[in-house]
T-cell receptor, first 114, second 111 residues
Framework: QKEVEQDPGPLSVPEGAIVSLNCTYSNSAFQYFMWYRQYSRKGPELLMYTYSSGNKEDGRFTAQVDKSSKYISLFIRDSQPSDSATYLCAMKGNSGGSNYKLTFGKGTLLTVNP | DAGITQSPRHKVTETGTPVTLRCHQTENHRYMYWYRQDPGHGLRLIHYSYGVKDTDKGEVSDGYSVSRSKTEDFLLTLESATSSQTSVYFC??????????FGPGTRLTVL
């Protein structure tokens, strides 16, 4: 079983839709969770960062972590064509050799159609 | 791109030649990373550094070496480039080893 699983999509939605992107993981030591957005032919950019369980909201974006289910989500409200990108989840533990390395999902390609 | 530059941005080279990619940061972050990104594989860690002259291997380090003689520079060397090393290479930095900030990438083609 891979440490982090992410549906690669592609996911195509109409403008204004609510988008749900998800990752599951197997390592219960993961404590820090991130979402990155990557536009075509660009580097990933940090979108959201959460610690442990719970929700975090930033504008149209909400990150949700459920550690009991080992499941994280990113919700995008009122999606825009400019949200079209690949979304990568990433996570890390809190101690030991993995303390400064991230484990990434393979990314989900999202297209928002005008 | 959080004060990170990568050079060159594009390179075409031939099998068997050595290649060096440079990552330069102006953020004074302690941690630096080299990744490669390939379709179907996502981002894979090649090497990382946790300080000047302190480096360690990632999951796909065979055929690659790194050096960090200054805080701001992290070099990735392909000792003898092979076609399997055709990829997009990203450098990333981190202040405390948690969130990472990525550079713009280098697109390398090995013929």
């Amino acid at each position: 079983q891979k440490e982090v699983e992410q549906d690669p999509g592609p996911l195509s939605v109409p403008e204004g839709a609510i988008v749900s992107l998800n990752c599951t993981y197997s390592n219960s030591a993961f404590q820090y969770f991130m979402w990155y957005r990557q536009y075509s032919r660009k580097g990933p950019e940090l979108l959201m960062y959460t610690y442990s369980s719970g929700n975090k909201e930033d504008g149209r974006f909400t990150a949700q972590v459920d550690k009991s289910s080992k499941y994280i989500s990113l919700f995008i409200r009122d999606s825009q064509p400019s949200d079209s990108a690949t979304y990568l989840c990433a996570m890390k533990g809190n101690s030991g050799g993995s303390n400064y390395k991230l484990t990434f999902g393979k990314g989900t390609l999202l297209t928002v159609n005008p | 791109d959080a004060g990170i530059t990568q050079s060159p941005r594009h390179k075409v080279t031939e099998t068997g030649t050595p290649v060096t990619l440079r990552c330069h940061q102006t953020e004074n972050h302690r941690y630096m990373y080299w990744y490669r990104q390939d379709p179907g594989h996502g981002l894979r860690l090649i090497h990382y550094s946790y300080g000047v002259k302190d480096t360690d291997k990632g999951e796909v380090s065979d055929g690659y070496s790194v050096s960090r003689s200054k805080t701001e520079d992290f070099l990735l060397t392909l000792e003898s480039a092979t076609s399997s090393q055709t990829s997009v290479y990203f450098c990333a930095i981190s202040l405390e080893g948690d969130t990472q900030y990525f550079g713009p990438g280098t697109r390398l083609t090995v013929l």
